[in-house]
């Protein structure tokens, strides 16, 4: 009895972290490709979106503390 409530504590536990781990990684990724598509921004027009919901054309500024944000929070989050 003891043992099943640990196995499935233990299991949740595991499963959770796993969950966590794939989520981040994904996550990871997608600021990655984020990055490469900013660094390509010479061939592209980079769009956000300002606080009343309207496309906005990134200047180059823009798009490089946009970067710079990006790798930053890229080199705290994620392995490799």
Do not use: P
């Not at 956000?48 to 790798?71: S, Y």
Request: with cysteine; aromatic share 4%; charged share 30%.
């Amino acid at each position: 009895e003891h043992l099943m409530e640990f196995v499935n504590r233990f299991g949740a536990k595991a499963t959770k972290a796993r969950v966590e781990a794939n989520l981040n990684r994904e996550q990871c990724e997608r600021i990655r490709g984020q990055i490469i598509a900013l660094g390509q921004s010479s061939q592209l027009v980079i769009y956000t979106t300002d606080g009343q919901g309207q496309r906005k054309a990134m200047d180059d500024a823009a798009i490089a503390r946009e970067r710079l944000r990006l790798e930053a929070w890229v080199r705290e989050n994620c392995k490799g």
